[in-house]
């Protein structure tokens, strides 16, 4: 224990002098208003440029950088607003500088494999360190990779599939500066943003951060647990906020959940309840439609965005439209195994620490979980895991394949296994690989799109229980799939649409994206197990 306390001390030292710069002008920002999110920051400005649509995408002017402080350019804008002739879109073009995609240069050369392509992107993809920003951007201390094309910032869960390629490019210096700048985020801000800018200042994603530990340990070997401890426990204390304070009458705070039997488990949540500013039309338009619309609302399509499936059926009351969005009465189960890993990291990590009480304090946390899964999540009927609605007291309708995170986490029994992967071959196996969900709703984690994460996590969930040809004809698949898209346009794409070969995917608020991080990484991992 005591080499453990010495540790943090040196540790905590080290991190302060290689963050210091940054964290100094994140200071800074924090005593302005360039901290704040630019709906916030610029008010009725903000309002009149997104609702005017000025641009294709809400996203662009959410990454807008300002020319003149915030200050400046809104008295600005008070004293122009009133001139005869006033023009917004010259007024956004004299004061801000808007972005463009951040592979927009970039020209595939499809004669190289798609491996080298892939490894040619790496540097394409990666950002240097940041610097003090006027804009949007939380300036992070080390080099990141972006998802690619809108997405010009790091995201949380997509760089656990992103560093699953790094690891097979043997780039662990990369996937130790991005676990860093996790870390580093974790401890300024208290959790994990969405991604590293202002307006995802509600909201986390997908709690990945305890499995890219493990990846970059399987690199750095024994210790890199313990190193990391302290910020897998502010992790898991952010997710756990208010679990002691529940009861029956009182059974929900922020992200935790207490179930009818005492159990607790987690849902996804947004701690803004306000139009997101990067869809900020869009969700306007939605909460205008509705009747009887009120702030929940939004918090729940804060929420859907914080799962990372934004959007699907899994998220709408009659499983079709975006009108019944009820996502934080939802206690989702791939979010609760990925809680239960968490627990379980805790638990290695604190026996590295040489905290026995400690790690068997998470041990049991994690059975805890383990059976509330089986209790709430399994559905014996059909044979696959559900998410449940807490505030209905049932399971909802929808199957996805978020019920193969049980399998993937090795949290079912065999018997449910053996369940679960005959759904999978009888529902969700299609030509180009496995279907998000069975629902085709013109949403883009719905059917007819397959997303590369999803097929990492169906294909070691079955290797998990041994079902390795159907395993494998989703890995042959998928590969196959993603080779022949990039021979005929030299990309790689988000997603796809895995039921008509040759087809990229669709659906959703934005053109589908090139680049892309958790393609690449999560395809060069597959290709690279026939090596």
């Not at 662990?172 to 860093?180: A, S």
């Not at 922020?254 to 500013?277: K, S, T, W």
């Not at 397959?450 to 890995?475: C, F, V």
Request: hydrophobic share 35%.
């Amino acid at each position: 224990m005591r080499n453990f306390i010495l540790f943090i001390g040196l540790l905590s030292t080290v991190i302060a002098c290689r963050q210091s710069t940054v964290a100094e002008n994140n200071k800074i920002l924090k005593e302005t208003k360039q901290s704040l999110s630019p709906d916030v920051r610029y008010g009725e400005l903000f309002e009149k440029i997104q609702m005017a649509q000025l641009f294709a995408d809400s996203k662009t002017f959410a990454d807008a950088t300002p020319k003149a402080t915030t200050e400046e350019i809104v008295a600005a804008y008070e004293k122009a607003k009133l001139e005869p002739g006033f023009d917004l879109q010259k007024f956004v073009e004299s004061n801000f500088i808007i972005p463009s995609g951040i592979t927009s240069d970039f020209q595939s050369d499809t004669s190289r494999s798609v491996q080298n392509h892939i490894n040619v992107l790496w540097d394409v993809l990666t950002r240097q360190p940041d610097s003090a920003t006027v804009g949007t951007l939380i300036a992070l201390p080390n080099e990141y990779v972006v998802p690619g094309g809108r997405f010009r910032e790091v995201y949380y869960w997509d760089s656990y599939f992103t560093m699953l390629g790094l690891q097979v490019s043997d780039r662990y210096d990369l996937i130790e500066n991005m676990v860093d700048n996790f870390s580093y985020l974790i401890e300024t801000m208290g959790f994990i943003p969405n991604g590293n800018r202002t307006y995802y200042q509600g909201r986390s994603q997908p709690p990945f951060y305890a499995m890219m530990v493990q990846v970059l340990a399987e690199g750095k070997g024994e210790g890199t647990l313990e190193k990391y401890l302290p910020y897998l426990q502010k992790e898991y204390d952010f997710w756990m906020d208010g679990a002691m304070n529940r009861n029956a009458d009182n059974p929900a705070h922020r992200r935790v959940v207490r179930m009818p039997d005492g159990a607790l488990l987690n849902r996804y949540y947004d701690d803004i309840p306000q139009a997101r500013p990067e869809s900020f039309r869009e969700d306007v338009e939605l909460y205008e439609s509705l009747d009887n619309a009120n702030e929940k609302v939004y918090r729940d399509l804060r929420a859907g965005a914080e799962s990372g499936w934004d959007y699907s059926s899994r998220w709408f009351a009659d499983g079709q439209y975006m009108s019944t969005i009820h996502t934080t009465d939802i206690v989702p189960v791939d979010l609760n195994a990925l809680l239960y890993n968490l627990e379980q990291t805790l638990a290695s990590a604190y026996e590295e620490a040489a905290n026995s009480e400690q790690a068997e304090i998470y041990r049991q946390k994690g059975e805890n979980r383990k059976a509330a899964i089986q209790k709430y999540h399994w559905d014996a009927q059909t044979g696959f895991y559900r998410d449940y609605d807490w505030s209905a007291k049932k399971q909802t309708e929808v199957l996805s394949l978020a019920g193969m995170y049980p399998l993937f986490f090795g949290l079912a029994e065999p018997t449910q296994a053996v369940e679960a992967a005959n759904m999978i071959e009888k529902e969700f196996l299609q030509p180009g690989g496995v279907t998000s969900t069975l629902n085709n709703t013109g949403q883009q984690w719905d059917a007819p799109n397959g997303w590369a994460p999803l097929q990492w996590i169906t294909i070691q969930g079955l290797r998990q229980y041994e079902a390795n040809d159907l395993a494998n004809t989703i890995k042959e698949r998928w590969v196959n799939f993603n080779v022949d898209v990039y021979r005929k346009t030299g990309k790689l794409v988000e997603k796809y649409n895995v039921y008509e070969i040759g087809l990229e995917g669709g659906g959703g608020e934005y053109p589908v994206q090139d680049g892309f991080g958790w393609t690449n990484g999560v395809l060069l991992k597959l290709m690279s197990e026939d090596l």
